[in-house]
């Protein structure tokens, strides 16, 4: 009886040794990249556009000293990846029409949800939520030269944040921005 036990065992000890050798095996093949596709839909940042109409930009007027508009994307713990498109639809050629942006990073509970006045009602606060600056590389300005013609792209890889946030300013332009994730 004790022999039939030991076989029984013996063998479901080489099952569960070989399905843990090859999936660590096939996981160390995979390497960094990221395996799922793209989100089915882009995430309006700036702007707007329905279906595959003319989209339609937020317009950008002023000084742009100081950030005007803040956009919060929650992407949540399985998101790696996220690229984000900047288009300039119209812009004035006097003064040169630019954009201004900056992308912070969030853990904080309640970063997708903070509103920028603080009542009874709201629990988060966006003056509240800790937001890390990523990099130098996820800040700039975009003029609007040849820029409304080719569009910019931002990618941003080995994301491990819960929610992303992007300042923006500008001067004399319309701009329409999306947001891609990818798992």
């Known amino acids: 009886m004790k022999k039939k036990y030991l076989i029984i065992g013996a063998i479901l000890l080489i099952l569960a040794g070989s399905?843990?050798?090859?999936?660590i095996k096939r996981?160390?093949?995979?390497?960094?990249?990221s395996l799922a596709g793209p989100s089915a839909v882009a995430t309006p940042v700036f702007g707007t556009r329905t279906g595959t109409s003319t989209p339609v930009g937020?317009?950008?007027?002023?000084?742009?000293?100081?950030?005007?508009?803040?956009?919060?994307?929650?992407?949540?713990?399985e998101t790696d990846e996220a690229t984000f498109a900047i288009r300039?639809?119209?812009?004035?050629?006097?003064?040169?029409?630019?954009?201004?942006?900056t992308i912070f990073g969030?853990?904080?509970?309640?970063?997708?949800?903070?509103?920028?006045?603080s009542t009874t009602g709201n629990?988060?606060?966006?003056?509240?939520?800790?937001?890390?600056?990523?990099?130098?590389?996820?800040?700039?300005?975009?003029?609007?030269?040849?820029?409304?013609?080719t569009g910019t792209s931002i990618f941003l890889?080995?994301?491990?944040?819960?929610?992303?946030?992007?300042?923006?300013t500008g001067s004399s332009?319309?701009?329409?921005?999306?947001?891609?994730l990818k798992e």
Not at 106 to 117: Q, V
Not at 173 to 179: E, I, L, M, N
């Open 58 to 77: 937020q317009g950008f007027y002023g000084s742009g000293t100081a950030a005007s508009t803040t956009k919060v994307i929650y992407i949540g713990n």
């Open 27 to 33: 996981d160390a093949q995979a390497g960094n990249s």
């Open 157 to 168: 890889d080995d994301l491990n944040w819960r929610c992303l946030r992007m300042d923006a």
């Open 106 to 117: 969030s853990n904080d509970l309640g970063c997708n949800t903070a509103t920028t006045t």
């Open 123 to 149: 629990y988060y606060v966006l003056g509240d939520i800790l937001w890390n600056s990523l990099s130098t590389a996820v800040s700039g300005r975009i003029t609007a030269t040849f820029a409304n013609a």
């Open 88 to 101: 300039i639809l119209t812009a004035s050629a006097t003064p040169n029409g630019y954009f201004d942006y």
């Open 19 to 23: 399905y843990f050798y090859f999936t």
């Open 173 to 180: 332009t319309s701009v329409w921005v999306t947001a891609v």
